[in-house]
């Protein structure tokens, strides 16, 4: 399954490179709800990590902007 992963990845990163950045970046900021939405592993992750550094001083609307501004 990783290596399938791996050659999405690299599929898709020759697509984007092969597009101007403009267009690339538009689409790239109109794929953010949809990798946030489905990667709900990493998005755990994340919260827990800034529930670490943070503790209860961020709510969660904050970490849940802070999550997807990381990806």
Do not use: C, W
Not at 9 to 20: C, N
Not at 22 to 34: G, H, R
Not at 45 to 56: E, Q, T
Request: charged content about 30%.
């Amino acid at each position: 399954m990783d290596y399938l992963y791996y050659l999405l990845y690299k599929f898709f990163k020759f697509i984007i490179l092969a597009m101007p950045k403009k267009f690339a970046k538009k689409l790239l900021d109109m794929l953010v709800p949809v990798v946030y939405t489905i990667d709900k592993e990493h998005r755990k992750i994340a919260k827990a990590n800034l529930d670490f550094i943070f503790g209860d001083t961020l709510s969660e609307q904050k970490k849940d902007i802070v999550v997807k501004q990381s990806y």
